[in-house]
């Protein structure tokens, strides 16, 4: 099994700072790595796929770049609605696999 | 727009059975993979299993596999997972979610557009 692996597991940031979170993958994904975001009580919500993709609707402060085993996730001004826990998984192999996420708190 | 509406959860004893439905709608849902998804309380995302558009897939995760078991009735629009043997490590939140594509049969398009808003299992004597 692909393990994922995020760090920070939590970071603490102030509106308008740009934050960077990392996802690492036990072996290589190609580029078949997603980003979603997840609020207390919702449904995850898609961000990214591909690696670097944005999904449609989501504000092009979000970016997302890496290949292989390495990739982050950047947003450049994080906005009041951003407070959230962001997951990344991989969908190159079987099992699917999510990162542990990454918590992004008001600073 | 696309629903998706998770039911059938519920406290139950473990060793016991349960099968949760997530019944679809605004879409054409036997154009999309559909998987299930879980979330312990307090913890992070498990992917659960996976089924392929027509239903002729299927793939589980290896704490699941031999005891649960996902199918789709497209002519009801609804995704289904039979639980059986139950353990209390079962215990999350599951999610509903199709796949961001159509006719999606590679593993290389398994990203998930639209998520229900769960159902919670219980598993406790």
């Known amino acids: 099994d692909i393990q994922m692996t995020q760090s920070p597991s939590t970071l603490s940031a102030s509106v308008g700072d740009r934050v960077t979170i990392t996802c690492r993958a036990s072996q290589s994904v190609s580029s078949w790595l997603a980003w979603y975001q997840q609020k207390p009580g919702k449904a995850p919500k898609l961000l990214m796929y591909k690696a670097s993709s944005l999904q449609s609707g989501v504000p092009s402060r979000f970016s997302g770049t890496g290949s292989g085993t390495e990739f982050t996730l950047s947003i450049s001004s994080l906005q009041p609605d951003d407070f959230a826990t962001y997951y990344c998984q991989q969908y190159n192999s079987y099992p699917l696999t999510f990162g542990g996420g990454t918590k992004v708190e008001i600073k | ?125």
């Open chain 2, 1 to 125: 727009q696309v629903r998706l509406v998770e039911s059938g959860g519920g406290v139950v004893q473990p060793g016991t059975s349960l099968r949760l439905s997530c019944a679809a709608s605004g879409l054409s849902f036997n154009n999309y993979v559909m998987t299930w998804v879980r979330q312990a309380p307090g913890k992070g995302l498990e992917w659960v299993a996976i089924i392929l558009y027509d239903g002729s897939n299927e793939y589980y995760a290896d704490s699941v596999k031999g005891r649960f078991t996902i199918s789709r009735d497209n002519s009801r629009n609804t995704l289904y997972l039979q639980m059986h043997s139950l353990r209390a490590e079962d215990t999350a939140v599951y999610y509903c979610a199709k796949s961001a594509q159509t006719f999606c049969s590679g593993i290389d398009c398994h990203v998930f557009d639209h998520w229900g808003q769960g159902t919670l299992v219980t598993v406790s004597s």
